[in-house]
């Protein structure tokens, strides 16, 4: 019935139902959206939200390279901000504007075009502008608020509000303020520089993380957060945990806070091996390690 009613609206985007998330997310697992949608831009989505029951459960999602979806899905609405919200442009000499669906990446590459230098280390994330800014994703002493002037959001009713980072509380990889407003664009204030420069520095991040991360398999990134003063995968490989398994789960003898998807995984496989190597970490170090992925649905 709530999709009939969806159906009815002059909606430009897709809109599907029982769709598997895990072509959505980057383990490649997870069971379906009970209903999912994919916009055709900016104003297609807040059309969309302006329409949608107040009481409908909404997840976003960018390209999921930090979200484990479990394995029953999620009933309620998924929207998909990557391929939609894509625009991006120069607002001034030195501001840009990018909306969130853009990936991180390609905003990256972008600057570093323009001869603008300050996000080079974004074009080591594999998610979006959407998902860095719930996130404060970040490495090589990058993180994405350093640059963020302000941001563009919409509410459940779809209404927009431009935000500035004092409306919110950023910590490392972590983002607080507006729980019922989700990100559509970002403004990013960068310095001018040298364009050969920046795309050697871009080069020589991605050479440095194929050699040091296990790229080509499906995972999330990083799935704890690094303890003050040490790191997870520090303690996580000390605590002889490489090449540990659950079915078709293991974590990384590349990088011992990854966690790989051999193939055939199920959701429920890698939330227990990620409960498995918290428990292992705390009972061998007497550390906590608190988890940076995000996991969601039934
Ligand atoms: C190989 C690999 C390497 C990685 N390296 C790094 C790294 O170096 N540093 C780092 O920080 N991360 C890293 N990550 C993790 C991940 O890429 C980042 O966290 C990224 O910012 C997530 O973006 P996403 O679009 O995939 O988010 P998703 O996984 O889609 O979403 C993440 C969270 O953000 C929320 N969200 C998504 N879009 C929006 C929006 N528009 N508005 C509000 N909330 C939203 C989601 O609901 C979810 O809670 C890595 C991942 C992989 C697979």
Same mark, same amino acid.
């Given at each position: ?11 430009? &985007?897709? #809109?599907?139902? =029982? %769709? ?6 980057? *383990? ?6 009970? +209903? /999912? ?93 959407? &998902?860095? #800014?719930?996130? =404060? %994703? ?6 994405? *608020? ?6 563009? +959001? /919409? ?144």
């Amino acid at each position: 019935m709530q999709t009939l009613e969806l159906k009815s609206i002059n909606l430009r &985007g897709k #809109l599907l139902t =029982n %769709a598997s998330l895990a072509h959505y997310t980057s *383990w490649r697992v997870g069971g379906p959206a009970q +209903t /999912l949608y994919e916009p055709a831009d900016l104003a297609d989505l807040m059309v969309f939200l302006k329409n949608l029951p107040q009481d409908e459960p909404l997840v976003w999602l960018g390209l999921g390279s930090n979200t484990l979806v479990r394995d029953h899905g999620i009933k309620g609405i998924v929207i998909i901000t990557q391929g939609a919200l894509i625009k991006m442009a120069l607002l001034n000499g030195v501001t840009v504007r990018a909306e969130a669906g853009v990936a991180c990446p390609a905003l990256a590459r972008y600057c570093a075009r323009q001869g603008l230098e300050g996000v080079e280390y974004l074009a080591g994330i594999p998610g979006t502008v959407g &998902g860095a #800014l719930a996130m =404060n %994703a970040g490495c090589h002493g990058g993180e994405t *608020w350093n640059q963020v002037l302000a941001v563009e +959001t /919409l509410d459940r009713f779809g209404h927009a509000h431009l935000r500035t980072p004092a409306d919110y509380e950023v910590a490392y990889r972590n983002v607080k303020g507006q729980p019922q407003e989700w990100f559509v664009a970002g403004h990013f204030k960068l310095v001018k520089g040298d364009k050969e420069q920046a795309l050697e520095r871009i080069r020589k991040l991605l050479a440095h993380r194929s050699a040091t991360q296990p790229t080509s398999e499906p995972n999330c990134g990083s799935v704890f957060r690094n303890p003050p003063g040490d790191y997870a995968a520090r303690l996580i490989e000390a605590c002889g945990l490489k090449g540990q398994r659950i079915g078709k789960v293991v974590v990384s003898t590349k990088h011992a806070n990854f966690i790989i998807n051999e193939g055939g995984a199920t959701a429920k496989d890698i939330e227990a091996l990620i409960q498995l190597v918290a428990d292992t970490v705390n009972q061998q170090h007497g550390i906590q390690l608190h988890r940076e992925v995000h996991i969601v649905g039934e």
